[in-house]
């Protein structure tokens, strides 16, 4: 199944963003912190506060963010909104992200491969648009 729903990108302060949003719509909250993951051997302690995947959900809403974490991007007007695609099917997704990655960004984009979490890839479009990919693990 295949999902294409909003993605923020926050400076540090993504939990305490959600936790509002969570009380505004009434919804569902997760909150993946770094330093919960296997992830934080690759980033300094000071950072292992920040939130490496918030996902809210109601019946009537769906969406997902982070705080930034690239370490030479900086945050600003037109970079911190995002579409957030996920896909149970390697096969669709990998498709999909080949396809919008023709002119994408070399600098920025991050291919598809296998995290902690499942499938994981990034890119900045050729119009400038991000875009975020998670699914299933490739099966080998």
Not at 70 to 96: S, W
Request: hydrophobic share 40%.
């Amino acid at each position: 199944m295949l999902r294409l729903t909003p993605f923020l990108l926050f400076d540090g302060n993504c939990a305490e963003a959600m936790k509002f949003y969570s009380a505004c719509f009434g919804a569902d909250l997760t909150l993946t912190r770094l330093g919960d993951t296997p992830m934080k051997e690759q980033f300094p302690a000071t950072q292992h506060h920040k939130i490496v995947n918030a996902y809210l959900k109601s019946a009537a809403i769906e969406f997902s963010a982070t705080d930034w974490l690239h370490p030479t991007r900086k945050p600003q007007q037109g970079n911190t909104t995002a579409m957030y695609v996920t896909c149970t099917e390697f096969h669709d997704l990998r498709g999909i992200f080949d396809k919008l990655s023709d002119g994408a960004d070399r600098e920025f984009l991050v291919d598809l491969r296998d995290m902690p979490f499942g499938a994981y890839g990034r890119l900045t479009d050729r119009y400038g648009v991000e875009w975020f990919f998670r699914g299933e693990k490739p099966v080998s």
